[in-house]
């Protein structure tokens, strides 16, 4: 007969708990376990290492500044690394929907750090020997400066080490794209109908120019979330901590994850508010928008093969049709647009919560760890597909030189280079008798001798009318 499972107690300020016996938890976290079974899904991973790196910088100090006896810095610096290396993931399954400050996860993070010194110095869990979770783990700390500090690391790392390199390859793809594709002229299109030509070339140096833009909105986003809350404690006081202990962690937490970080210039602002999510938050989202104009663009570009416009070959990366032999569709842009629809959705969902009267109220934001889980998805979705899109489509396109050609030589809009030198109303009667009949601009000029034929080889050269002032 298979036993059930099995129990260890626990107490905490509230009383005693039972907390699974070979849990690293304790009483708060097992508690919180048991109220908030709403989301089914515990906080991202990356916000868990964030804050072993949060503790680890914060013991570093604590026991640089004598607060801490060195035997219990450094079984705290263990144990916080662990955390901070992902060893302990399984230990942190508090929901989302949880306490607005994030305090039920901060409180597991202080438990899962006690209980493991306790267990690596052969102690009982829940000992609280050699290390309490309150008064060693979160010495001079509370949930609400150390949780939104997590989320500012968690988010500043995801965007430094995913999203911005994801970014600077797609750069490299359409910057060499836009050089090599610069001879090649297709019709320019606006409202989906034609235009006057553009070069190919022109088109990519356009994308190039927005993901340009993009990697500065990243750089931006990243120096938003560099000011740190830490220091702050409760209310922005910096009760219970050392004057120095805000600046020195933030020094700290820069030494161990490489990022530029600095304590909050104002602790009111930094806990009274999320604007710094906000921030972070839009820049995301208009980077989203961008790459969903490229992929829609490129998509519509390479559509048909042959009934669409045709000007881009897409490479076949799988079957477009369960009952179509042989079709294939533009899967990965489909992805990168529900990607940006996604990123917009968590966009409306930390704007919500920053709210004043929804989560920002008086002198802290109590709807943190859905803006956490909101933030941290949106650049992990927009780095995963952006790598994909920029690797798997942007890399492997080709164009249609010859469509190209074909389609600039018969649109409509070619006598727009005609106007200035026969009128405005003579070229818009020319170029309805071109579509009536079927035939081009530069058949019917000819034919009315409306202009020499060697002007009128010079004022339809497709390359010409891409050129400034031409």
């Known amino acids: 007969m298979a036993k059930g499972p099995r129990f260890r107690e626990e107490t905490d300020s509230m009383g005693t708990v039972r907390v699974p016996e070979d849990a690293l938890w304790g009483a708060s976290t097992q508690r919180a376990i048991e109220n908030f079974p709403i989301g089914g899904r515990p906080l991202p991973a990356e916000l868990i290492h964030a804050y072993g790196h949060v503790k680890a910088a914060c013991a570093a100090i604590n ?66 020997d050699p290390v309490h979770p309150n008064d060693h783990v979160n010495l001079g700390q509370s949930s609400n400066d150390t949780f939104p500090t997590a989320i ?17 390859a797609t750069h490299a793809v359409l910057t060499r794209q836009a050089r090599e594709w610069d001879g090649i002229v297709k019709t320019g299109r606006t409202h989906l109908m034609d235009a006057t030509p553009v070069r190919m070339g ?36 910096g009760i219970n901590t050392h004057p120095e202990f805000g600046a ?16 909050a210039a104002n602790h009111f602002e930094a806990q009274g508010s999320r604007d710094t999510l906000v921030e972070a938050s839009g820049a995301i989202r208009t980077i989203a928008v961008s790459l969903s104009k490229i992929a829609n663009d490129i998509r519509l570009m390479g559509s048909g093969p042959r009934c669409g416009l045709g000007e881009l070959a897409l490479p076949a990366i799988q079957p477009g049709s369960s009952i179509m032999p042989g079709k294939v569709n533009p899967v990965l842009c489909e992805s990168v647009i529900q990607v940006a629809a996604r990123v917009i959705g968590n966009d409306a969902t930390i704007a919500c919560a920053a709210l004043g009267g929804v989560g920002s109220i008086l002198e802290l934001n ?40 074909e389609t600039v030589e018969r649109s409509l809009m070619a006598v727009t280079a005609l106007a200035p ?13 071109a579509l009536d009949t079927g035939r081009t601009i530069r058949e019917l000029a000819l034919e009315k001798s409306l202009l020499p034929e060697e002007r009128l080889s010079e004022m339809l050269d497709p390359l010409r009318m891409t050129e400034p002032h031409a």
């Open 63 to 128: 026991g640089a500044l004598g607060r801490l006896a060195p035997s219990r810095t450094a079984a705290i610096l263990a144990a916080a690394d662990e955390v901070a290396r992902g060893d302990l993931d399984a230990q942190f399954p508090v929901d989302v929907f949880q306490t607005g400050s994030g305090t039920s996860t901060n409180m597991n993070v202080n438990e899962v750090i006690a209980n493991r010194a306790s267990q690596k110095a052969g102690r009982l869990l829940g000992s609280h």
């Open 152 to 168: 500012h690391v968690a988010a500043a790392t995801a965007i430094a080490r995913g999203l911005a390199p994801a970014l600077a």
């Open 202 to 237: 022109q088109v990519f140096g356009g994308y190039a120019s927005q993901i340009e833009h993009a990697l500065a909105r990243a750089d931006r986003a990243l120096h938003a979330l560099g000011e740190l809350p830490i220091g702050g404690t409760a209310v922005g006081t």
């Open 248 to 263: 020195r962690v933030a020094a700290e937490l820069s030494r161990r994850t490489g990022l530029t970080l600095r304590e």
């Open 366 to 405: 109590t709807a943190q760890p859905v803006m956490a889980e909101a933030l941290l998805e949106s650049i992990r979705l927009l780095a995963r597909a952006t790598r994909l899109f920029a690797g798997k489509v942007l890399a492997g396109l080709e164009v249609r030189r010859d469509r190209c050609e």
């Open 421 to 433: 030198a026969i009128g405005y109303e003579t070229a818009a009667l020319l170029a309805k008798e």
